[in-house]
């Protein structure tokens, strides 16, 4: 055996079968991985918004008696969603010159400058990157940045109800859902009537997004 020996030969023997069997354990944990990657990016789909059934309702309490209530929409936007990964994007555009309460008078006084300064900043955006996930791959809450009269805050939108079907009118998925939020209008520089009408600003959001390609 020469230098080696009987000891250098069995050493360097063990050396290699572990080196083997290790090896065949990581190319298994690859395949693994690389597999669930696959799958994951499988799921991922995309979804324009459905416009005659996506809005956001506001409300705000006047003088502590009742609550002034409002409309924008329809609205614009799209979602990325991945319930393998429990991951996803969603962006969407306000026109906030549509204001709509029911009282044009109302609507007109929304609309300066002091208020929703419509002709300065005529959209407001929300994007939500960050997706909480329940059970059965349903959208608990969209966590993103608000984004109104030029100023960004933080701002999560927490799901009501969340459900995903096949529409046999688009024959096409539809996903979408109830969401609710809140801010404080003076975060975005509306401080006109505090405070005799509420900070607080509540809203409902209806969604349904119908999904691109596919079923």
């Given at each position: 055996m020469g230098r080696w020996g009987h000891g250098g030969f069995r050493r360097v023997?063990?050396?290699?079968?572990?080196?083997?069997?290790?090896?065949?354990?990581?190319?298994?944990?690859?395949?693994?991985?690389?597999?669930?990657?696959?799958?994951?990016?499988?799921a991922a789909a995309q979804y324009v918004f459905d416009r005659t059934h996506t809005f956001v309702h506001f409300e705000v309490l006047h003088f502590d008696?009742?609550?002034?209530?409002?409309?924008?929409?329809?609205?614009?936007?799209?979602?990325?969603?991945?319930?393998?990964?429990?991951?996803?994007?969603?962006?969407?555009?306000?026109?906030?010159?549509?204001?709509?309460?029911?009282?044009?008078?109302?609507?007109?006084?929304?609309?300066r400058a002091d208020l929703l300064d419509t002709e300065a900043h005529p959209k407001a955006y929300f994007v939500g990157d960050t997706l909480d996930w329940g059970p059965e791959g349903r959208v608990t809450a969209v966590r993103g940045e608000f984004t109104l009269r030029g100023i960004s805050r933080p701002l999560t939108l927490?799901?009501?109800?969340?459900?995903?079907?096949?529409?046999?009118?688009?024959?096409?998925?539809?996903c979408g859902g109830d969401f609710v939020a809140e801010f404080k209008r003076s975060d975005f520089g509306i401080t006109h009537s505090l405070p005799f009408v509420a900070d607080t600003v509540r809203l409902t959001i209806q969604v349904e997004g119908i999904r691109e390609g596919g079923r």
């Open positions: 023997a063990l050396a290699a079968a572990c080196a083997l069997v290790w090896g065949t354990g990581g190319l298994a944990d690859a395949k693994a991985q690389a597999q669930a990657q696959a799958q994951a990016s499988d008696t009742a609550t002034i209530r409002g409309r924008f929409g329809p609205l614009d936007g799209q979602a990325e969603l991945n319930p393998v990964a429990r991951s996803g994007r969603v962006q969407v555009v306000v026109d906030v010159a549509q204001v709509s309460t029911g009282l044009p008078v109302l609507d007109a006084l929304l609309k927490q799901a009501q109800r969340w459900r995903c079907y096949f529409n046999p009118l688009f024959r096409r998925q539809v």
